[in-house]
């Protein structure tokens, strides 16, 4: 194949992909988004209650993790904790302590009233689970 004829497969190839991106990308002038946009109906409130966003879990926190939780102060803090052994959850500064069944998932929440930066523990092994980041 000469130099030519691999040149004109490349120009192809990127008009190809061009018109590919355009089509994927819903392209078109303002007018057709003008058209669309007026022919969608929008949704009632009852048909926008129906089905609700669900909304996201909390962070998981495990031993040997240690991620930094971050909160506005007034916030809900709101996160779970898991491990292998009865145990109970410490949170410093807030002194906030949740028991912790083996093999099961605790939810802890709590209201981010006081800013700084606090270690979140496992309290009879001492094992860190993460820290709470409060920004007033």
Known sequence: MSRAQRLTFLGIAAII????VIVLSGGGDETDKAADAT?????STSEATAT???KPKP????AGKE???SFGQGDTV???VRHGDAEEVHIHGYDIK??????ETADVSFEASISGIFEIELEHSGTPLGRLKVEP
């Open 98 to 103: 949740e028991e912790l069944a083996a093999n």
């Open 59 to 62: 962070p998981l926190l495990r």
């Open 67 to 69: 991620p930094t939780l």
């Open 17 to 20: 992909a061009v018109v590919a």
């Open 78 to 80: 709101r996160f779970r």
């Open 39 to 43: 022919a969608t109906p929008t949704p």
């Open 52 to 54: 609700p966003t669900p």
